[in-house]
């Protein structure tokens, strides 16, 4: 099949907008929790997101990170503060989110702004990952370049050595950001490409719910 003639009929769900709840987090919530239950393909990162930053002067980029929690409004992922991602944050923390559940026929759109987290919160998180994930984090000097893959084993083994029956510190380039949500989007697959699309927005203070156009 040529690419041009790939397409699939959405006909799982429809979506209202006198359904929702008037909360875009307790909206998310309940997809999320949704989207874990029931026959999830053994492939699909629920709490997998695409994340796109730019540059100051608008060159965007993306890639896939993973939400890591939503606390007090705001979705929570951590990274490398030195990596291509953390330079454009620190440049322009306008950044977008966008989740993807196939199984569902569902996206979440987020638009919002990205702060750093609190130095004990990402410590916190830090010392609870996998002891390989702690080495990880101060093995790669994300975005940069290497020679080889060999360099980054043998990072790994000098490491290993180093923190032998010892706590692993966090990095100091290493922890959280807190995405605070301005826009929020809820897009549910239909037949006919007429897709439910139900927009939060917050301009002054309280929440907006609009249906837009597919």
Known sequence: MSIDQMRKSYQLSGLSEREVHPDPISQFQQWFDQAKEGEVPSWLEINAMTLST????????????????????????????ES???????EN??????????????QVRITGIATRN?????????????????LGAHVSEQSSVIPDRDVLEAWLAALETKYA??????????????VTPIEVEFWQGRDNRL?????????????????LAP
């Open 118 to 134: 609190s130095r004990e919160a990402s410590i916190r998180y830090f010392q609870s990952r996998p002891r390989g994930s702690q």
């Open 54 to 81: 730019a540059t100051a002067s608008g060159d965007v980029t993306s890639r896939i990170v993973l939400l890591k929690g939503i606390e007090d409004n705001a979705f929570l992922f951590f990274s490398n503060y």
């Open 165 to 178: 029956d010892q706590e692993i510190p966090c990095p100091e380039h290493w922890g959280g950001y807190r």
């Open 84 to 90: 291509s991602k953390g330079a454009q944050i620190a």
């Open 93 to 106: 923390p306008s950044v977008a989110l966008c989740f993807l559940w196939p199984h569902l026929e569902r």
């Open 195 to 211: 897709h439910d699309r139900i927009l939060y927005q917050r301009p002054g203070g309280e929440w907006r719910i609009s249906r």
